[in-house]
């Protein structure tokens, strides 16, 4: 009886240990919500005054061949541009490997920080400020700053366009119709997708410069 008795006061000042922690880590999520106030209310702020240029980028998509053309640009965001490139890459150049394997860290690096931005920032997408506007496609997650899309995008580049220079105007081609489309499919507002290329760059470039 004692025995047991002790098991069953071990069992239930382990369940209280676990209710403590567990209400610590809501209390550290709370606080660190507060502290992300400020900034989470800047930015609502500034999504009001640039969801009107978001939606005057959407009216350019009243004809379908617009609409389709965004739509399939952002879809090719979504992972498959990648392979494709990579594949093509290590196909075609001898020296290939080495950027195609930077960019790939650079990715992998950036895809470890942006949801935790995301998170903190909590910034609503511009068709949930806006009403009137259409998502072209369901958005991959719930919050809008930064936009991975343009990270993403960015870090992959960037380390191509360091090995191969004359590339560069393809690169920028890109990202402005990867930028373009992410604001027309109503996803983005145009700080996401600038704070977005600043996160890619700044983590791409360091690593293609001390490893190319």
């Known amino acids: 009886m004692l025995v047991r008795t002790q098991r069953l006061l ?3 000042r382990g369940r209280v240990v676990d209710a403590r922690g567990r209400v610590e880590s809501a209390r550290e999520r709370v606080e660190v919500s507060e502290r992300m ?4 209310l800047w930015l609502l702020t500034l999504s009001y005054r640039e969801v009107a240029l978001v939606a005057r980028i959407c009216r350019g998509n009243r004809h379908a061949s617009v609409r389709r053309l965004a739509f399939f640009v952002s879809w090719l965001g979504n992972g498959l541009f990648y392979l494709m490139c990579a594949g093509l890459l290590l196909w075609l150049a001898d020296a290939g490997t080495r950027p195609v394997a930077i960019a790939a860290a650079a990715i992998g690096i950036a895809h470890i920080v942006y949801p935790w931005i995301k998170l903190a920032c909590g910034r609503p ?3 949930e400020i806006d009403r009137a506007l259409a998502p072209l496609l369901p958005p991959l997650d719930q919050h809008s700053f930064p936009s991975g899309h343009a990270m993403t995008l960015t870090a992959a580049l960037v380390p191509l366009a360091v090995a191969w220079p004359f ?5 920028l081609l890109a990202w402005a119709a990867m930028a373009w489309s992410r604001i027309a499919c109503a996803h983005h507002y145009p700080s996401d ?3 977005g290329t600043l ?4 983590i791409a470039m360091p690593l293609a410069v001390l490893l190319l």
Do not use: I, N
């Not at 106030?37 to 989470?40: G, K, M, T, V």
């Open 193 to 195: 997708v600038l704070a």
């Open 167 to 171: 590339a560069w105007p393809l690169v």
């Open 10 to 12: 071990e069992h239930a």
């Open 125 to 127: 997408r511009p068709f």
């Open 199 to 202: 996160l890619g760059a700044s």
């Open 37 to 40: 106030q400020p900034l989470r």
